[in-house]
């Protein structure tokens, strides 16, 4: 569990420092705005499957809005925060049976569905921060160890 949640307090730390960022650029930069909405919207039907409710209907891709960025990445952390430190290494196993948009029907444990929430939000950070340098903007540091350090 101690893993899991560094990586989560890591994931939390990273997703502000983009939204720090995006909030910061004067001038064009939807696809890195509407990839970072992408990446919380799916945070967000994570959550929700996690928890055991129907995220069939959530949206995963939007156009992107800063503002509503801002404020998934607050509801996310609290979410995630919350699921997380009551979480025991026994919940770890536990299948969570949940339908995709598509309504096909899926069972994954806890465990592997928090890694690849943290693995999914990571790639998506790589590709916002390609895109900033392909627009001629710093990328941020959201390494891991820059965290820990």
Avoid at 97 to 103: D, M
Wanted: hydrophobic fraction near 40%; include cysteine.
């Amino acid at each position: 569990m101690k893993t899991i949640q560094k990586m989560y307090e890591h994931l939390n730390w990273a997703n502000k420092r983009i939204l720090e960022t995006l909030q910061s650029i004067e001038g064009e930069i939807h696809d890195e705005v509407r990839l970072f909405s992408h990446l919380l919207l799916a945070e967000k039907v994570w959550i929700t499957r996690l928890h055991g409710l129907d995220s069939s209907l959530l949206p995963i891709w939007l156009e992107g809005n800063i503002n509503i960025c801002a404020e998934l990445v607050r509801q996310n952390e609290e979410s995630l925060t919350t699921f997380i430190s009551n979480v025991t290494n026994a919940d770890l196993d536990k299948l969570i049976v949940y339908t995709n948009s598509k309504g096909t029907e899926f069972k994954n444990s806890v465990h592997d569905i928090l890694t690849h929430v943290a693995l999914h939000g990571q790639y998506h950070r790589g590709q916002i921060n390609s895109r900033l340098r392909i627009d001629s903007f710093e990328p941020v540091n959201i390494d891991f160890i820059t965290f820990v350090r």
